[in-house]
């Protein structure tokens, strides 16, 4: 059931404000012509602590700094300061089930004309309660999306630029319509496979784990990251990163998607080919296991991922 009484809050604008006064004007840059970088971030609730952690937040500050230095947009603020102002919104919000937290940094020039290097800039932040955004109890019905990804040297994807979600949309979109629960994209104009719509992929085959490289026009996923360094550590499994043709997902031994918002959400078919068993595969199994302890701080090793709201 949708939480109504949140979000109550966001920064804005330098402060922490009720919701509603949190508003920009029709005019804005980024509104007309997609000039901004966000970025999504989640918190955990801990059932037994009663406590609520957030997933590798200083991370996410990093990578939207990254993605703000391709954007030519200037923050003005710091990774600490960020990180503090996220604390505080959650403090106010109270939260006591899981959440997704949106930071926005956009250009805010009022002029016409699409440009990057403009001296009005702003960030934003706000949260909302987000349980799962993909359906995990079940393998996922998927399709290789006719949308292809954006090449680097069109709307550079490693950045995580709002107008470059036209993209996602689309892909996205046209899944559902055609009855799947999401899509995978190929890189432009190759057989080669990127990510779906807005989260990473891996394919296991003959106990090894495969993903695309970081200049397979992908995101540079932060979950992605935590999925290699688990696999790795706690399951002393192989990780290759390399091109993968689309062909050979359908053979594949297991697939899955990862991501913030798609945490970790198996895949059970390909452009109707069957995926192991249809069901969510031992392989991905251990480590969606081994993720949902990880984010809740409920392993040691992994409590530098996690940022406790107090
Ligand atoms: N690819 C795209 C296009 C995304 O939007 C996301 C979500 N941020 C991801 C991958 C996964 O990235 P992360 O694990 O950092 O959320």
């Known amino acids: 059931m949708e939480n109504l009484s949140h979000p109550s809050y966001a920064f804005f604008q330098g402060g922490i404000v009720p919701i509603e006064e949190a508003k920009i004007d029709i005019r804005t840059c980024a509104l007309q012509y997609g000039t901004a970088v966000f970025e999504g971030l989640r918190s955990y609730w801990n059932e037994s602590e009663q406590s609520n952690y957030i997933f590798r937040l200083e991370d996410h500050y990093k990578r939207l700094f990254e993605s703000a230095k391709t954007m030519m947009l200037k923050i003005n603020y710091s990774i600490k300061d960020l990180c503090d102002y996220t604390i505080d919104l959650l403090k106010k919000e109270n939260y006591t089930e899981d959440a997704y937290i949106r930071p926005f940094a956009y250009n805010s020039d009022l002029n016409i004309g699409p440009r990057l290097n403009k001296d009005s800039q702003d960030l934003f932040i706000y949260s909302i309660p987000l349980g799962e955004y993909l359906d995990l109890s079940r393998a996922l019905k998927v399709c290789v999306s006719s949308w292809a990804r954006i090449p680097d040297n069109c709307i550079p994807p490693r950045a995580k630029i709002s107008g470059s979600y036209v993209n996602a949309a ?141």
């Not at 290759?240 to 059970?268: H, K, M």
């Not at 452009?271 to 081994?290: F, Y």
Request: proline share 3%; with cysteine; net charge negative.
């Open 170 to 310: 689309l892909q996205k979109t046209e899944a559902i319509m055609n009855g799947y629960d999401e899509a995978i994209t190929l890189s432009y104009g190759t057989s080669f496979v990127c990510e779906g719509s807005a989260m990473n992929l891996f394919m296991v085959k003959n106990e090894i784990l495969h993903t695309p490289p970081v200049s397979n026009d992908i995101l540079e996923g932060i979950t992605r990251n935590a999925v290699i360094e688990l696999a790795k550590e706690e399951l002393d499994l192989p990780v290759v990163e390399r091109q993968i043709s689309r062909t050979e997902l359908y053979s594949a031994d297991e697939l899955f998607f990862c991501g913030t918002g798609a945490q970790i959400a198996p895949i059970g078919n390909v452009d109707g080919r069957i995926i192991g068993n249809n069901e969510i595969g031992e392989i991905t199994k251990k480590i969606q296991d081994i993720y949902f302890l990880a984010v809740k701080n409920k392993i040691k090793k992994y409590s530098m991922w996690c940022t406790k709201v107090i």
